[in-house]
């Protein structure tokens, strides 16, 4: 995914919290701009209005190949458990395109992730 965008990435929202969930307050999205090591995840947390949420590396929240349980109950809230692999792999430093990523969420959702513009704010 090239940025195009004067220093706005465009990131691939892959979790999200189903519409009418029950069990969690609030709207959870995690987005992904992948490109390795470096990948940076986007959480966001409740309503837009009133919204919290953070950017981490992929390496901040995969520690030895694993999801960092401090993690976990936003993974469960997007439903977003099938996304581990896919980052544990990018941690790792191995290649896995936006496209392979599309196609993982396609299969399983049956239609596009949506996207979203975002910077780079890990520096």
């Keep these: ?11 691939l929202v892959l979790g999200h919290s189903p519409e009418g969930a029950t069990g969690w307050p609030h709207p959870v999205t995690i987005s992904v701009y992948p ?5 940076l995840l986007n959480f966001s947390m409740g ?23 401090t993690y976990a109950e936003e993974f469960d809230a997007c439903e977003a458990r099938w996304l ?7 941690a790792a430093g191995e290649k896995v395109t ?3 990523l599309i196609k993982a969420y396609e299969s399983k959702f049956g239609h596009r992730p949506r996207t979203e513009r ?3 704010y890990t520096f």
Excluded: C, W, Y
């Excluded at 995914?1 to 990131?11: H, I």
């Excluded at 009133?50 to 960092?68: A, E, I, P, W």
């Excluded at 581990?84 to 990018?90: D, F, G, N, S, T």
């Design 35 to 39: 490109r390795g090591k470096t990948t």
């Design 84 to 90: 581990v692999p896919h980052l544990a792999r990018l």
């Design 1 to 11: 995914m090239a940025d195009r965008t004067g220093g706005q990435l465009e990131f």
């Design 118 to 120: 975002s910077a780079d």
């Design 47 to 69: 309503p837009h209005i009133v919204n919290v949420g953070g950017q981490r590396s992929v390496t901040q929240v995969f520690l030895d190949g694993k999801l960092d349980e």
């Design 98 to 100: 936006d496209r392979a």
